[in-house]
């Protein structure tokens, strides 16, 4: 059996997909009021900081857009943040405009714990770190904040054509 969060694989209070953060009002779904949400089904390549690239996954989601549709915010940065504490930081302009989801497929199959089941956030032009793991929420944010591997030298943008992986890269 593969390692998986304690965080994630102990008892939750929060069983809940929050928006929060610099919005005018915070949104809450359960996750079967989530999955009733619109879905679109994408298959983008992803590339992970340890160098490897896999082409043509298939995965089925969420859009970030449909998750901020009639959202008012004036923040440039979004956390995501995960079950277990992980938290991870982009741009807001790199999750709108169809280029992030909320995946909870993948493969047509429902997305198994130890790849970030129940969901994770799928941004496949960045370096797969950003693309959280058992993703529980989006907190909007003016200022960018370093999540968790960008707190431990990752760099803060993580470009794959760029090779952005560390620190000064």
């Not at 390692?3 to 209070?13: D, L, M, Q, V």
């Not at 298959?43 to 995965?59: G, M, P, Q, R, Y």
């Not at 959202?71 to 956390?79: F, I, L, N, P, R």
């Not at 003016?142 to 560390?166: H, L």
């Amino acid at each position: 059996m593969s390692f998986i969060s304690r965080g994630f694989r102990g008892k939750h209070r929060d069983t809940d997909f929050v928006l929060e953060g610099e919005i005018d009002e915070p949104k809450k779904w359960t996750w079967d009021e989530f999955r009733k949400l619109p879905t679109e089904q994408v298959t983008k390549d992803i590339h992970c900081v340890t160098k490897w690239t896999k082409l043509d996954t298939a995965w089925t989601g969420v859009s970030v857009d449909t998750i901020l549709e009639g959202v008012d915010t004036a923040a440039e940065y979004v956390v995501a943040f995960s079950y277990g504490g992980y938290t991870t930081n982009l741009p807001l302009e790199d999750v709108t405009g169809g280029k992030a989801w909320v995946a909870f497929e993948f493969d047509g199959q429902p997305l198994h714990p130890e790849h970030g089941g129940p969901a994770r956030l799928l941004v496949p032009h960045l370096y797969f770190w950003k693309s959280a793991k058992w993703v529980r929420g989006l907190r909007l944010v003016n200022e960018d904040q370093p999540g968790f591997w960008e707190s431990n030298g990752y760099n803060m943008y993580g470009d794959p054509w760029r090779e952005q992986r560390y620190w000064g890269d």
